[in-house]
Protein backbone atom coordinates (compact mmCIF):
# COMPACT_ATOMS: atom_id res chain seq x y z
CA UNK A 1 0.00 0.00 0.00
CA UNK A 2 3.09 2.14 0.41
CA UNK A 3 3.11 3.68 -2.86
CA UNK A 4 -0.66 3.99 -3.40
CA UNK A 5 -0.82 6.26 -0.05
CA UNK A 6 2.60 8.06 -1.64
CA UNK A 7 0.40 8.74 -4.51
CA UNK A 8 -2.53 10.17 -2.86
CA UNK A 9 -0.20 12.40 -0.69
CA UNK A 10 2.27 13.80 -3.60
CA UNK A 11 2.43 17.58 -4.13
CA UNK A 12 0.45 18.40 -1.03
CA UNK A 13 1.53 20.67 2.09
CA UNK A 14 0.53 18.69 5.33
CA UNK A 15 -1.92 21.62 7.56
CA UNK A 16 -3.03 18.90 9.80
CA UNK A 17 -2.94 15.27 11.15
CA UNK A 18 -6.40 14.95 10.31
CA UNK A 19 -5.93 16.26 6.58
CA UNK A 20 -3.09 13.48 6.48
CA UNK A 21 -5.88 10.95 7.90
CA UNK A 22 -7.73 11.94 4.97
CA UNK A 23 -5.46 11.70 1.98
CA UNK A 24 -3.93 8.08 3.79
CA UNK A 25 -7.63 7.05 3.67
CA UNK A 26 -8.21 8.26 0.09
CA UNK A 27 -5.51 5.55 -1.57
CA UNK A 28 -7.00 2.34 -2.74
CA UNK A 29 -5.36 -0.10 -5.50
CA UNK A 30 -6.35 -1.31 -8.96
CA UNK A 31 -8.35 -4.65 -7.58
CA UNK A 32 -10.56 -2.77 -4.88
CA UNK A 33 -8.14 -2.43 -1.41
CA UNK A 34 -8.79 0.32 0.47
CA UNK A 35 -6.74 2.05 3.43
CA UNK A 36 -8.22 2.49 6.57
CA UNK A 37 -6.69 5.54 8.50
CA UNK A 38 -6.92 6.08 12.34
CA UNK A 39 -5.29 8.62 14.72
CA UNK A 40 -4.46 7.44 18.22
CA UNK A 41 -3.94 10.70 20.85
CA UNK A 42 -2.27 8.12 22.93
CA UNK A 43 0.78 9.76 25.24
CA UNK A 44 3.76 6.95 24.76
CA UNK A 45 6.15 6.45 27.24
CA UNK A 46 9.64 6.95 26.04
CA UNK A 47 12.70 4.27 27.35
CA UNK A 48 10.22 1.55 28.24
CA UNK A 49 12.02 -1.68 27.93
CA UNK A 50 10.55 -4.87 27.48
CA UNK A 51 10.33 -7.08 30.57
CA UNK A 52 12.34 -10.57 30.81
CA UNK A 53 9.02 -12.82 30.51
CA UNK A 54 7.95 -11.06 27.87
CA UNK A 55 11.16 -11.52 25.87
CA UNK A 56 10.72 -15.05 26.96
CA UNK A 57 7.52 -15.42 25.32
CA UNK A 58 7.90 -13.43 22.54
CA UNK A 59 11.41 -13.74 20.58
CA UNK A 60 12.43 -11.44 17.87
CA UNK A 61 14.19 -12.44 14.98
CA UNK A 62 16.20 -9.87 13.33
CA UNK A 63 16.54 -10.00 9.10
CA UNK A 64 20.08 -10.99 8.66
CA UNK A 65 20.04 -7.88 5.90
CA UNK A 66 18.71 -5.07 7.69
CA UNK A 67 18.35 -6.21 11.38
CA UNK A 68 17.67 -2.53 12.49
CA UNK A 69 14.57 -2.18 10.16
CA UNK A 70 13.21 -5.78 9.79
CA UNK A 71 12.30 -8.31 12.15
CA UNK A 72 9.69 -11.26 13.49
CA UNK A 73 8.17 -11.30 16.77
CA UNK A 74 7.49 -15.10 17.11
CA UNK A 75 4.54 -16.13 19.75
CA UNK A 76 5.25 -19.17 21.55
Request: aromatic share 10%; glycine share 4%.
Amino acid sequence: MFPHVSRACEGVIFDSVEMVRDLIAQASTKTGLKVVATIIDAVYETGRKATKAFREQMPIIFDEYLPQWNYVARPQ
